[in-house]
Nanobody, 123 residues
């Protein structure tokens, strides 16, 4: 089992940058694929990005390609989401999620979730 704790959210102007971090407990971090999801007020949770167990493969939602980058440091048991060229429509609570058996875009397939961190982009 793994516990996930996000940090790094905040208020930023449009065009700015933020880096979210998701720290994981446990000694089997490299056994988990990881994903970032987000949920804006009044909207369903949506996929943002995912990274494979080794970090050699990544997937991005079309809406964030070229602006957001997911990465992981297995030695630090942390996954990151570098967010550049932020837009007001990126405003949401961002969640980190992990799975030992699944790598993809389906939030229902991830078994472990963090508590979320708020990202607000002002225009």
């Amino acid at each position: 089992q793994v516990q996930l704790v996000e940090s790094g959210g905040g208020l930023v102007q449009a065009g700015g940058s933020l880096r979210l971090s998701c720290a994981a407990s446990g000694r089997t971090f490299s056994s988990y694929s990881l994903g970032w999801f987000r949920q804006a007020p009044g909207k369903e949770r949506e996929f943002v990005a995912a990274i494979s167990w080794s970090g050699s493969s990544t997937i991005y939602a079309d809406s964030v390609k070229g602006r957001l980058t997911i990465s992981r440091d297995n030695a630090k048991t942390t996954v990151y989401l570098q967010m550049n060229s932020l837009k007001p429509e990126d405003t949401a609570v961002y969640y980190c999620a992990g799975s030992r058996t699944y790598y993809g875009t389906d939030s229902n397939a991830y078994h472990y979730w963090g508590q979320g961190t708020q990202v607000t982009v002002s225009s």
